[in-house]
């Protein structure tokens, strides 16, 4: 029996260099960057830039834009890296805080409408023809979407928020989050089916 699977909630994982740091390294820049020490600030900053400038860019796509989100980030965790305990991965508290700036800017800069929830009939996309699909070329489609339905796509499918997650990030109710979900889904299938891609269940 052929596999099908849903094109639109295929994870599209990012590949990230893992970290030559040992865990004391980081402890040791992490304290300098409590202590204010500019050059621990700036080796942080280096050291997790690509890892975080990915995750800007999935839901910016002008360069200069998403660096001023991802600098605003970096200045936040500069600011609260004080409450940062050792308890947990510190990249992950640093993608939460990097998080919170880019969903300031999408609420800032995206117009939002409260729309009806529409239901989408699911479509498939074979397995085989998936694959032809390079990481680039999906990114692209993703970031071709509007400001605010990529947004909602991108932590709705990719980072796994809820709706009601979502609405309180953004400043939206549930239902205009579904909405820009549906409408983000609606236009993927629209872009993959005039690759020839399309395959119905």
Same mark, same amino acid.
């Given at each position: 029996m052929e596999v099908l699977f849903n094109l639109f909630i295929l994870p599209i994982a990012l590949a990230y260099n893992t970290t030559s740091s040992q865990t004391s390294e980081l402890e040791e820049l992490i304290n300098g960057c409590k202590r204010n020490e500019r050059?621990?600030?700036e080796r942080l900053y280096k050291l997790f830039y690509t890892r975080m400038m990915a995750?800007?860019?999935?839901?910016?796509?002008?360069?200069?834009?998403?660096?001023?989100?991802?600098?605003?980030g970096y200045l936040r965790a500069f600011q609260k890296i004080g409450q940062y305990n050792f308890q947990g991965s510190f990249e992950g508290w640093l993608r939460r805080v990097v998080f919170h700036a880019v969903s300031d800017y999408v609420r800032s800069n995206a117009k939002y409408s409260n729309?009806?929830? #529409?239901? $989408? +009939?699911? !479509?498939?996309?074979?397995?085989?023809?998936?694959?032809r699909l390079y990481y680039n070329e999906l990114l692209e489609m993703v970031q071709s979407l509007p400001i605010a339905t990529r947004?909602?796509?991108?932590?709705?499918?990719l980072d796994g928020y809820t709706h009601k997650?979502?609405?309180?990030?953004?400043?939206?109710?549930?239902?205009?989050?579904?909405?820009?979900?549906?409408?983000?889904?609606?236009? #993927?299938? $629209? +872009?993959? !089916?005039?690759?020839?891609?399309?395959h119905k269940r």
């Open positions: 050059s621990s600030q995750l800007v860019r999935r839901y910016i796509d002008d360069e200069m834009q998403a660096e001023e989100v991802l600098n605003n729309h009806v929830v #529409l239901a $989408e +009939k699911e !479509e498939y996309v074979h397995k085989d023809y998936a694959e947004a909602v796509f991108n932590m709705y499918v997650d979502i609405g309180k990030a953004l400043g939206i109710s549930e239902g205009t989050s579904k909405w820009h979900l549906s409408e983000g889904r609606k236009i #993927l299938k $629209e +872009k993959i !089916e005039k690759l020839g891609l399309h």
